[in-house]
């Protein structure tokens, strides 16, 4: 049984005080009796609210004491969303968490905007937390101002509960507000894929939990566990990985052009997974954080197939945004420390990315270019044979064409 110093630090606080009052009371025994009574309860008590507790002695009565039920964001509480919180939120479901990055192979997720972008945003802090099964994605956002948090919440929340598997949210009331809980469809294989998404505000910040597990959904009491660490872990501010001044990216902007007449998937000459999984618009590449979803105006053509492939184009403020953006999932792939990535630029300049996973279906392929103010990604994930020779540059021109289609 874990010690309730860990479960409940202000209950020790409440301890202190008692006993600090009752020094001064008119019984000589009452600070004893605190001492007493706090040193039994850390050894005794488990998990059970601690009861009424009367000093005799100087004819004081203590009012009631119970465990707080809204845990750490109990009466307005802060505390970081660390390793260690998100421990004792899912204890009994999800144990062992830290930040060593021990997940390896794939694992789907819906193909949902809402769970790598938060709109209207100034502040971002992210952090990913593992098990060697398991990880959790942990998204703290801060916004300007109060308008501007209203809208990306209502944006956020359109988004997610649009997502394939999501649907609609349940409420989670922990201390005055509501946390919003997506528990994902599961799908018919058994590996890893996203089983729950939080999302939570408080002040002018924004909070996201996404859990990616081969395990069952999150029983009840880590729902619950995880809304109370998230609330406090907003209020705190505070991430693994710190926060960084982001550009807002605007809620709505103009369309990217459509690309009907680009056979992407002719381009791959039938090179997919044979395994069935769920759509996606990014790779599942644990080291590659950034998919092209940084401060977008649009994004148009993202998708992908039940066999492996997925693909996004995004465009940007910024005229040099694309570029800006390729650079930074190169610099991801270049350090890449889970897999072993070699990198090379085809002669239209799309970069191609390939590694092995092992396993029965070993072969991975990433196709990553820009042009100006836009770019894109074509992904193909866990094939069980190298791919086939036209691929290598006939999906790379269909990218590249795709890019240079003129904006609408």
């Known amino acids: 049984m874990p010690d309730l110093d860990h479960l409940d630090p202000a209950l020790d606080r409440a301890f202190e005080a008692l006993t600090r009052d009752l020094a001064h009371s008119p019984g000589p025994g009452a600070a004893a009796a605190m001492s007493t009574a706090r040193t039994r309860r850390r050894t005794k008590v488990g998990a059970v609210a601690l009861a009424t507790l009367v000093v005799v002695g100087g004819g004081l009565t203590v009012p009631q004491l119970l465990l707080p039920q809204d845990g750490v964001a109990s009466g307005g509480g802060s505390a970081p969303l660390d390793a260690a919180a998100l421990e004792r939120a899912t204890e009994g479901w999800l144990d062992g968490w830290d930040l060593e990055a021990r997940m390896s192979g794939s694992f789907t997720r819906p193909g949902c905007d809402a769970l790598d972008a938060t709109p209207l945003s100034t502040e971002r802090g992210d952090t990913v937390l593992f098990i060697d099964d398991s990880s959790a994605t942990v998204r703290i956002s801060g916004f300007p101002d109060a308008a501007d948090l209203g809208r990306s919440w209502d944006y956020s929340v359109g988004e997610l509960s649009a997502c394939d598997g999501l649907g609609t949210p349940d409420e989670v009331a922990v201390d005055g507000t509501s946390v919003l809980h997506w528990r994902v469809a599961s799908p018919d294989d058994t590996g890893a894929r996203t089983t729950d998404v939080w999302l939570a505000k ?9 859990v990616v597990t081969p395990e069952q959904a999150a029983p009840a009491d880590s729902v ?31 369309m990217l052009p459509e690309w009907p007449d680009v056979d992407l ?23 590659l954080h950034d998919r092209l979803n940084g401060v977008t105006t649009s994004v148009t053509g993202g998708g992908g197939s039940q066999h492996g492939l997925s693909y996004v184009v995004a465009g940007y403020d910024d005229p040099t945004g694309g570029e800006a953006n390729v650079e930074l999932v190169l610099d991801q792939l270049r350090a890449c420390s889970s897999t072993e990535v070699t990198l090379e630029t085809l002669p239209n300049g799309v970069h191609l990315a390939t590694y092995d996973t092992g396993g029965a279906e070993p072969e991975n392929a990433i196709w990553v270019a820009a042009n100006g103010d836009r770019a894109g990604m074509v992904a193909v994930e866990r094939a069980d044979r190298p791919m086939p020779a036209s691929a290598r540059q006939d999906v790379a021109d269909a990218l590249y064409e795709i890019l240079h289609k003129p904006w609408e």
């Open 224 to 254: 619950r566990g995880v809304a109370q660490a998230l609330v406090a872990g907003v209020r705190d501010g505070w991430t693994e990985s710190g926060t960084q001044q982001t550009a807002p990216r605007p809620l709505r902007a103009s």
């Open 265 to 287: 998937e002719g381009a791959l000459a039938g090179w997919e997974s044979p395994t069935k999984r769920a759509a996606t618009t990014s790779p599942n590449l644990l080291c």
């Open 202 to 210: 408080d002040g002018l910040r924004t909070g996201l939990v996404e």
